[in-house]
């Protein structure tokens, strides 16, 4: 069979890195071929060098079997490779349609034809199954619908190669199902896909062939049907990746962290349900909760309650038997409470902060590493590299790389290391491995249960569910802001726990 | 990574920075120089050079105006410095220098029964006055995120018409017969502190000493002190911040209460320099106020280089001040400050330039060293 897109021996070189180095990627016609490697595998530069945003220094390009050079978007348009980003490029106080014209729009006499751009809209959103409300404003509607918008932006173009850049990173399980049901359909409509992604289960599921890439270098194709996950993580990493979370009995002593009757009204006008509803549990030492849920259920609020980032209308937190309810977020950080936030940008870390500064954002105060109000930097640059030693963070310039310029996974590692090395008594991980590659993901998911068996209270909150069944020794679902269910993850199917998930089942608290 | 590399990889963006600075003030004064050359080309190379040398014509008098006209600027070149480093945009500098100045004459004419601290305590009720006047826009900022470029431009005017309304109705400060404030009690002056033996006949007085001391004080905040990694913090990231565990609505605050006192304390010592400057009832923003965003742009928001900033803007300020022995005006100046600010702004520009052409050596070096082996 032919090949509709070759690209034969690239080599990228950027100064002091080889990002890609005689790289080899062929995809047939109608098939989706996943695109696998590790952050900084070179799968972007790859597809930015398909896309002609970069020149390779030495390969060819070959579409439908032709060679090709490929200057910039608008040829890859041209060819018909169409490409939905990881971060959507879409204007959001315009429509749904005027995005999908934008750029493309017919004119008569100066004015927008906008009639037949919409039937058109409709008819490939009713072909390929992507309901959208082209009046809807982009802003007003869920990252799942966007996504939608980028598919349609690439088909009303007619694209028959379509990129899709770590597509499902920002949506919730439902929402996967719903795209890989799209890519299939549009696979057997004879478009071609690539489909970019570290997580292996996805890949099982959709992909009929898979390229691995590790350190800007071609590792080689496999069929994916034939291939099991744990040869394909192997093929990724480089070594024997386990899957599996090893992890002993949990041997939950003392109570920790005790939430009572917790409630956060929603302040928006028109919503009368309770953002958190009456919430009540605990967390032990030495074990692992885990709030289980689909995003949106309240578990950000719940967390930023705990932490005290945001205010709560009713209830308690206990930890260690002390009221924490009024305290200050500084007083919590430093009697007990460790946070790992949800997003790392916003929480985490002042990106245009040096490592070294971040790492001791939440200890800069102490006497450790300040005296008299001024900073010790000697002993703030020793423990900053002793951490980066010790969790293998990566950087271009070591303690004073600008955060900024690391790559997600070794920004997370930062937090991760700062928030475990600091002494508390309760961890608060908030999806801990998103956006991660498998092996940043078996390193922290090892740190979790180490420090559950060193004797500290975990509560994870997790949207993946092969994370929460592998990892907790409890799990709590929340649905709506309230607690639906507590389950015991060797007792529950993964089936089970997607229906209290979703508030079709409600079991005993 | 060992110490002394951190070093080299610091100073050299220290240097790309101080490049591209110089950078800006070489275009400036090519341009200052072309329009010497359309408006007068007789005397054109005459001009260039009084502008570059006229501070040096009276000996050390020259010198001592530079410092005397360097100091309030370098003031309030470090308030918007400082606000900017901690993620504020104080454009309210002049209104606050207006606050600060008519709090130091209040105090240089009421209270003459203070002796020998006279001046300090008239120069610190200038500091506290512009820091009360820069709390509102903090407030706001902080509690209800309002942005402080709106309340700081409102607030200049609010200042500038109350400092009239105050001046016109206070019998005690205001002089009738000129319509601006009465001159402060000669113990208020700012003391001299031998300077003018050193500078003989220039205006110099110990405000210039007050300032790099301040100067060196905000430097060290922002460097070494926890609270400056707060206020920093916060300005580059709120949410972070208070996760953190800082509070960032005093952190705020207190950032801009600190900018509003350095340039109150500019307003002081203006007017308590005895050279004959009174505050005129007129409905005109104070200039100083708005030379310290160019100071700041130009030191590159670095205390440090705030310093050397002012004290090039002065110098050639007094060196414009002689252009009037030729046939041009010394506005020609004010282009030439304009047109060097302007350039700063290119400074990421020319940054990039600069670490281009870097890469491209090194790359160059790595590839021969290839080659050889």
Redesign the interface.
Known sequence: MDYIIEMLGITKEF?GIIANDNITLQVKKGEIHALLGENGAGKSTLMSVLFGLYQPEKGIIKIKGKEVKINGPLDANELGIGMVHQHFKLVHNFTVLQNIVLGIETVKGGKLQMKEAREKVIALSNKYNLAVDPDALISDITVGMQQRVEILKMLYRDNDILIFDEPTAVLTPQEIDELMKVMKGLADEGKSIIFITHKLNEIKAVADRCSVLRRGKYIGTVDVKTTDKEAMSEMMVGRKVNLVVEKGEAKPTDTILEVDNLVIKNKKQGHTKNLINNISFNVRKGEIVCIAGIDGNGQTELVQAI?G?MPIDSGKVFLNGEDFTNK???????HGMS?I?EDRH????????TLA?NIV??E??TDEF?KA???K?DSINKYAEKLIDKFDIRSG????TKCRSMSGGNQQKAIVAREITKKHDLLLAVQPTRGLDVGAIEFIHKQLVEQRDNGSAVLLVSLELDEVMNLSDRILVIYEGEIVAEVDPKKVSIKELGLYMAGSKKGEK | MSAEKVKDKKSGNGSVGVISSIFAIIVGLIVGFIILLISCPNEAVGGFVTILTGALTHGTKGLGDVLYQATPIILTGLSVAFAFKTGLFNIGASGQVIVGAFASVTVGIMCKSLGGVHWLVALLASAVAGALWAIIPGLFKAVFNVSEVISCIMMNYIGMYFVNYMVKKTPAIFDNMRNQSKPVASTANLPKAGLDKIFAGSSANVGIIIAIIVVIIIYIILTKTTFGFELKAVGLNRDASRYAGINEKKSIILSMMIAGALSGLAGGMIYLSGTGKYIEVVDVLCDEGFTGISVALLGLSNPIGVLFAGLFIAYITTGGFYLQLYSFSTEIIDIIIAVIIYFSAFSLFVKNVIAKIKVKKELKAESKEGGNK
């Open positions: 100064p932490t980032l200050s977020i500084r007083y919590r950080n430093t946070h936030p916003k929480h985490g870390l002042v990106l245009d902060y500064e954002l939440q800069y105060f300040s109000g001024f900073l930097k310039q070591g303690i004073i």
